[in-house]
């Protein structure tokens, strides 16, 4: 079995051993870029949401690379989630493409068991027990490179030495085949990464925290790389609500606390959405209620065209915004947003930023931020 899943973030890391440990092949396509986009938006109905459009690209790419076998999640039916994969496949098989299609969350787990039982084989549990703790080390592992690479960015003296040291060691996390190379590479990563040089002077350094639809948050490609821009070239620390680890280990239980944290965020949203809307709504509104509380100078709200958790959020923050006196940007991705247009939005809503710390502290004047340089110049 040959099997492919769509890309987002680097959840590939942890997905690729699991597919490797329980017997099968793993296929993993490249990374979403342009052209991934473009297959997808080719074959995609014109009112899906983004992430349809980039994983059926990325599906293409996989099939093409000798995949016969398609996993994909599917959500809980309330947002179009719960039926990506039965659509997407549906629309590869009239393409003529020939695969077996694994829904997880969207079949019986008896019809699931019986398309893995010829690779899985009598000795699953013993199997799935040591691929499940391989795949949590590993996500566990790319969890704290991408915490610690968002603090260092704004820090850092060489621009973009942590960026590429990451990249290193991520690369090598993903060759990494048994539990104790995983966990030397972990202690490696956090030595290597203490090493960085950074400033010394760090006060001016602002705080935001992104919102939004877990998609858009999380792979570079759509968000126009967001979050390493905002670190390495506005000097903003940033903090996603939502990570790989957190989706990986959440829909698996295999993280109790991140359930614990899903039933708080809950009970906190209550009083401004007491339903489940199917995506990432109760994360999106109790990090925007914390923000101030937690010391963000600002909140970002991203999220792709036509979702309808997040749209339903976008009425919902700037009261909350207003009443918590937290500047708040909503970022709208689609296939044609324009990278210039959301660099100068990010410029604007920074300047801003700065001039109410500035203000706090008793230094208010024009002309204290200066644009970064390489902030002006248009996405790559
Ligand atoms: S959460 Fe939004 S973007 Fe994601 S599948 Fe649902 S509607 Fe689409």
Not at 70 to 84: D, I, K, T
Not at 133 to 155: D, I, T, W
Not at 268 to 280: A, I, S
Request: glycine share 8%; with cysteine.
């Amino acid at each position: 079995m040959k099997m492919a899943f769509p890309h987002m973030g680097n959840a590939y890391i942890p997905l690729r051993s699991l597919v490797e440990n329980l017997g099968a092949e793993p296929v993993v396509p490249d990374r979403p870029h342009r052209g991934t986009l473009e297959r997808g938006l080719l074959h995609a109905p014109e009112f899906a949401c983004l992430p349809f459009k980039v994983t059926l690209g990325d599906c293409l790419n996989a099939l093409d690379k000798g995949a016969d076998t398609l996993a994909m999640v599917s959500g809980m039916w309330a947002c179009r989630f719960g039926y990506y994969g039965r659509v997407q496949h549906m629309i590869l098989r009239d393409l003529g493409y020939e695969f077996q299609s694994v829904l997880f969350g969207g079949e019986r787990p008896a019809d699931i068991w019986n398309k893995l039982k010829p690779v899985v084989g009598w000795g699953a549990p013993r199997k799935a027990a040591g691929a499940l703790s391989v795949f949590r080390a590993k996500a566990a592992a790319v969890e704290e490179v991408e915490a610690r690479l968002r603090e260092l960015r704004p820090r850092e003296v060489r621009k973009g030495e942590s960026d590429r040291l990451a990249s290193r060691l991520l690369r090598r996390l993903d060759e990494a085949d048994t539990l104790r190379k995983v966990r030397m590479l972990r202690g490696e990563a956090r030595e290597a990464l203490a090493e960085v040089r950074c400033r010394e002077e760090t006060d001016d350094i602002l705080r935001i925290r992104l919102v939004g639809e877990l998609y858009v948050l999380l792979e570079p490609a759509l968000n126009l790389d967001l979050v390493r821009r905002l670190g390495s070239d506005f000097r903003i620390e940033v903090q996603p609500v939502l990570s790989t680890y957190k989706w990986l280990l959440c829909s698996l239980w295999l993280d109790p606390r991140l359930k614990v944290e899903a039933v708080k965020a809950r009970r906190l949203t209550r009083p401004y959405l007491p339903y489940v809307l199917g995506g990432e709504e109760h994360m999106t509104v109790s990090g925007t209620l914390t923000a101030r509380r937690e010391g963000f100078d600002g909140v970002i709200h991203a999220y792709p065209l036509t979702c309808m958790p997040e749209n339903i959020c976008r009425t919902l923050l700037p009261k909350i915004c207003r009443e918590r006196d937290v500047p708040l940007l909503s970022l709208c991705f689609d296939e044609h947003t324009s990278p210039v247009g959301v660099t100068t939005r990010l410029e604007a809503f920074i300047d801003l930023l700065r001039s109410r710390r500035l203000s706090r502290e008793g230094k208010r004047g024009s002309g204290a931020y200066a644009v970064p340089a390489a902030a002006t110049a248009p996405w790559d």
